[in-house]
């Protein structure tokens, strides 16, 4: 029982020689061992890898399974293999390999990567963070000589406080530029941090693009601001490198540290942060109606494209330093504006007013307000105005070279060359000629000003008069709005007067319409009277007609007796001459002795006579039918004629009787 028992312990104890001896190692499947060698061979002269054996942590590690070593001779170190999750990016820190040179802030790439640490030393490998990364996987590194860095932890063996520090500092770093995650331009995630002075609402929030930084390799020279673009050409794989993912081949293609003139677009790339940062701004949107002037900090120098007779600067072709030549018509670009700006220049038309209450939206008039004129007869009103202008898109660059900016050319150029114009043309008017001519000094400004808008590579569509007024609170203003007043007043009163004279004209109109109506209602009367009117006037000149057909017969016969007579009278006139002459001689002594009488008595006659005509004719009537005004009125003239006389020779018989009784 005794040898039985004492042969268990001193199994026992062998075993735990074995294991407590590392004779006999066990890896897991999921972790490595570090090889650390405790003696039986030289000190290690350099360095924290022993290559040759030394005594010191070996270059290999063990993998899953067991492992047999001396007893007593190696220490394992078993550790956790290294995994980056996917979409995430692991960083290394070499604890060995030879210095980093003057300029350089990354340890150098070396073909046989990180898992071989023997074939990195041997192969020139430098101590310090590495331009290399580890994409996600699962790897066998020798955190002995490699500390690698990921989001979520730090994968290192024995490290010193001094080391620590400096593997925590690198973490922080990388932490704040996102650099354990890949460069996705195009998604929400490329959207953070941006920086856009002027961002627009219609503009998709993930259209931006990756202006890259580098942080390693020959500095630039000192007359650059921006990095050239290298190794562009997919054919040529030495330099090939890949939107800056392939560090090795950008340095052999010549690249340089600093911001790089080459951008990030949509996609997504692994970027050593270390190495590269990226800063996200907005794509350059040249909108409809504008084109987009390229003022290039970055090129080689260009010949002048400005042409003979531009003295105000050269303009380059496109590529080179300076202003471009060809301005960039509406689109979307991707531009890198630490390399250059582009200017925007309207190629619609666009209005500029000199108001203070107004601003468009462009904000180019933001600096204007009314022009202040002196009047010919010394009134001084402000004057509103609108000026639209043109220009070119092919001569914008010359616009650009010329003032910088749209801006720029309204607040020096138009605005005192518009506004001494308008102060000339006040001082040669009166207000009320400025405010009667007001279309022809509009139309007057428009063709005097376009041979000065073109001298400045402008075009000048239109000028536009607002009303001039004064000033709130100025004495001046008060006189002018009272004549303003005044002239209101005034048309007011004409416009009353214009408005009465309609409303009289309408009322005549009424009148008339109703009249019409009146006249229409008894139409059927009107018609029968006028009839009968007619009528009456037929049968009253064919009455007239009869009787002047009679008259005609009787005078003819008349006439006819009358010859006769006078024939047979001159037949007479011989025998009877003695007869006559004594008869003329009765009857002259007759007339002498009644001449008073005689002449009376004649006139009876002929009253007799023209009435007995009257009555023959038909022009009285037995019995009269209008008393006076018509016209039988002559014939009644002639009957009262007649009765006059007679009671004037009734009254002279009366008179002539009381005489001859008074005188007997």
Not at 42 to 67: C, D, K, M
Not at 344 to 354: A, D, E
Request: aromatic share 6%; net charge negative; hydrophobic share 40%.
């Amino acid at each position: 029982m005794f040898v039985l028992i004492a042969s268990a312990v001193t199994v026992a104890v062998l075993v735990a020689l074995t294991f407590a001896s590392n004779a006999i190692v066990y890896i897991p499947n999921d972790r490595v061992g570090i090889v650390e060698r405790l003696w039986g061979a030289a000190s290690l002269t350099r360095g924290l890898i022993a290559l040759n054996g030394e005594v010191g942590f070996q270059p290999q590690v063990l993998r899953g399974g067991i492992h047999y070593f001396f007893p007593f001779q190696f220490r394992v170190h078993k550790v956790d293999l290294v995994t980056i999750p996917q979409g995430e990016i692991g960083y290394i820190f070499a604890r060995d390999g030879n210095e980093l040179v003057d300029g350089q802030t990354l340890g150098a790439l070396v073909d046989a990567g990180v898992e071989d640490v023997a074939a990195f030393l041997r192969a020139g490998g430098q101590k310090g963070p590495q331009r290399a990364i580890l994409r996600e996987g699962t790897h066998a590194i020798n955190v002995a000589q490699f500390a690698i860095i990921t989001a979520a932890r730090v994968h290192g063996l024995l490290l010193s406080d001094e080391e620590k520090d400096t593997v925590d500092k690198m973490g922080r770093v990388l932490g704040e530029r996102n650099g354990f995650m890949p460069v996705v331009i195009g998604g929400v995630a490329s959207t953070a941090g941006v920086m856009d002075r002027s961002e627009r609402a219609d503009e998709d929030p993930r259209d931006v693009l990756g202006v890259v930084t580098i942080h390693d390799g020959p500095v630039l020279p000192p007359d650059e601001i921006v990095a050239p673009r290298v190794g562009e050409d997919p054919a040529n794989k030495a330099t090939f490198h890949n939107n800056f993912q392939n560090i090795n081949a950008f340095l052999r293609a010549g690249g340089r540290r600093g911001r790089q003139h080459q951008v990030l677009v949509e996609g997504t790339y692994y970027l050593n942060r270390l190495f590269a940062t990226v800063e996200f701004i907005r794509k350059t949107v040249v909108p409809v109606g504008s084109v987009g002037v390229v003022v290039s900090y970055f090129g080689k120098t260009g010949a002048d494209r400005s042409g003979d007779g531009y003295s105000h600067g050269e303009l380059v072709d496109n590529g080179c330093r300076g202003v471009w030549k060809e301005p960039l018509l509406p689109g979307k670009y991707a531009f890198n504006t630490y390399a250059g700006k582009i200017q925007l220049v309207p190629t619609t038309n666009f209005i500029l007013k000199w108001s203070k209450e107004v601003t468009n939206a462009h904000k180019y008039d933001e600096n204007l307000s009314e022009v202040a004129l002196i009047t010919k007869d010394a009134f001084e009103p402000l004057m509103p105005l609108s000026v639209v202008v043109h220009i070119d898109y092919r001569k914008a660059p010359l616009v650009v070279q010329r003032f910088g900016d749209i801006k720029r050319l309204v607040d020096q150029t138009l605005d005192p060359m518009v506004s001494a114009y308008f102060k000339n043309t006040g001082q040669t008017k009166t207000l009320l000629e400025l405010l009667h001519e007001r279309a022809e000094i509009q139309q007057k400004a428009s063709v005097d000003m376009q041979e000065r808008f073109a001298a400045y590579n402008l075009e000048l569509q239109e000028v536009l008069i607002g009303t001039p007024h004064g000033s709130a609170g100025d004495a001046s203003g008060q006189r002018i709005d009272t004549i303003l007043n005044q002239l209101r007043d005034r048309q007011v009163a004409k416009e009353q007067m214009d408005t009465y004279q309609q409303q009289q004209e309408a009322a005549i109109k009424e009148r008339t319409l109703r009249e019409a109506q009146a006249r229409t209602q008894i139409q059927t009367e009107l018609t029968k009277s006028e009839i009968n009117v007619k009528i009456k006037t037929n049968e009253g000149d064919a009455a007239i007609a009869a009787a002047t057909k009679e008259a005609q017969v009787i005078n003819i016969n008349a006439e006819a007796e009358r010859r006769r007579q006078i024939a047979v009278g001159e037949g007479k006139a011989a025998a009877t001459e003695s007869v006559g002459k004594a008869e003329a001689n009765a009857i002259r002594a007759k007339a002498e002795a009644l001449t008073g009488e005689g002449a009376r008595m004649q006139l009876i006659n002929d009253l007799g006579r023209q009435f007995a005509d009257a009555l023959r004719e038909g022009q009285i009537a037995i019995v009269p039918k209008i008393a006076v005004g018509t016209e039988g009125g002559n014939a009644l003239a002639t009957l009262a004629q007649l009765a006059n006389v007679f009671m004037a020779e009734k009254l002279e018989s009366a008179d002539a009787g009381a005489n001859h009784t008074s005188q007997s």
